[in-house]
Structure formats: C-alpha cells, structure tokens
C-alpha cells in the first residue's frame, strides 16, 4: 500500500535561535512575529503560513519560507537529520 518516495531537495535560509543571538533574530524576523517569555526564557511567537501560531524556543531552528516571507520552528534533532549547511548553489547538486 505504501510507496517510497523521496524529496525534492531545495535550498532554505535558517537560523539557530540563541541567547547570544536573539536580538538580531527577532530583528532579523520580518512581519508576523512576537517576542515573548515562557519560564522566564525568551520565545517568539511566529504566524505560520497555515495561519497558525508556533513557538520558537532557544535552541529552535527557524525556518524562512522561500517566496512568501513566513517563518516555522524546526528542532534542532530534525533539523541536522533534514538539513546541511553549504556555500554551493542548488543547481550543483542537480546530478545527485
């Protein structure tokens, strides 16, 4: 019943939500967003492209969606599995 199938690969920007960083993240954020504090440790708030609320914790990835400017959390155990991080264009990695 089931069939294997496999990704398109496509290229993403993403940044690693941290302490040390979290000012120019939500800065960087651009639109639908919201800082926050959850147990006294900052968070942000991000209006995903279904129109959902998701939190960014410290540690969280976020992702930016290519063409329509949303943003979601990926967890950093799903994202190293998912995803690697390279200077080369995607049309480089056509013949794989």
Do not use: C
Not at 70 to 81: G, N, Q, R, T
Request: glycine letters at 6%.
């Amino acid at each position: 019943m089931f069939e294997k199938y496999l990704s398109i690969p496509k290229e993403i920007e993403a940044v690693q939500f941290t302490m040390e960083n979290k000012y120019q993240v939500f800065n960087s954020l651009i639109g639908r967003h919201s800082p926050d504090f959850e147990d006294g440790k900052p968070i942000i708030k991000v209006k995903t492209i279904h129109g959902e609320i998701a939190i960014v914790r410290l540690g969280d990835w976020i992702v930016k969606e290519p063409k329509l400017g949303f943003y979601y959390p990926v967890k950093p155990e799903i994202f190293s599995l998912s995803y690697f991080k390279t200077h080369r264009k995607l049309e480089e990695f056509k013949d794989y």
